[in-house]
């Protein structure tokens, strides 16, 4: 007859508790760390016032500057002997301005005979080309000369001939119309004369 005996005994395993020194250990520890954190939080707070404080007085300082360079920048009053100076400057050089205009005019080679000008254009003669209008204005050295010829190519021949007289050695002609006519062509020239021509 066999028999079986169980010689294990079941014993249940209870659990420890922390012990009061741990607890405690972790307590210290915990606060440690919070008060670190804390620490470097006050710590970067100060410096970002004492940053704040600094930008503040700068701007303080800019803002009494810029007052006192807006006072300084005040537009001086007009002097009224400096205005009264400069009007009699500025009539001075009219009156110098319209001596020098007269005295121009009355130099000698300032001066344009109309004789002259009609001389000029009697010496030259081109068949097929003919005037119908003159007309010069000695005073502003302008003359204007209106005719017809019977081809384009007289014209510019006209003038260059006429270029050699001594009314028009120095004469600038600006405008040139060409209109059709009947016969031909009409023209006007329109042309300025230098007195230094006319010597």
Same mark, same amino acid.
């Given at each position: ?5 169980? %010689? ?9 508790? *922390?012990? /009061?020194?741990?607890? *405690? $250990? ?7 760390? %919070? @008060?670190? +954190? ?8 100060? =410096? ?12 303080? &300082? %800019? ?6 360079? !807006?006072? !300084? ?12 100076? $400069? ?6 050089? /009219?009156?110098?301005? &319209? ?8 130099? #000698? ?7 002259? +000008?009609?001389? @000029?254009?009697?010496?030259? #003669?081109?068949?097929?080309?003919? *005037? ?6 000695? /005073?502003?050295?302008? +003359? =204007?000369?209106? @005719? !017809? ?7 510019? !021949? ?7 007289? /001594?009314?028009y050695t120095r004469a600038h002609f600006d405008q040139l119309q060409l209109q059709e006519a009947e016969r031909g062509?009409?023209?006007? +020239? ?5 007195a230094g021509g006319l010597e």
């Open positions: 007859m066999k028999q079986q005996i169980n %010689l294990y005994l079941h014993q249940d395993v209870q659990k420890v508790p *922390l012990s /009061a020194v741990s607890c *405690l $250990l972790i307590v210290f520890v915990s606060l440690l760390l %919070l @008060g670190a +954190v804390y620490g470097y939080n006050w710590q970067q707070q100060n =410096i970002l016032q004492v940053d704040m404080a600094a930008l503040k007085n700068k701007q303080s &300082r %800019l803002q009494q500057d810029y007052e006192s360079l !807006r006072q !300084r920048m005040v537009t001086p009053a007009e002097s009224p002997a400096l205005k009264k100076e $400069l009007e009699r400057i500025n009539a001075d050089l /009219a009156s110098k301005r &319209r001596f020098e205009l007269v005295l121009g005019q009355l130099r #000698s080679d300032s001066k344009i005979q109309f004789s002259s +000008v009609l001389q @000029g254009l009697s010496e030259q #003669s081109i068949d097929g080309l003919w *005037l119908t209008r003159i007309q010069s204005d000695t /005073a502003i050295r302008a +003359v =204007i000369l209106e @005719g !017809r010829a019977l081809t384009p190519d007289l014209v510019p !021949r006209y003038l260059k001939g006429l270029g050699q007289e /001594a009314a062509l009409s023209f006007l +020239v329109n042309g300025e004369l230098q």
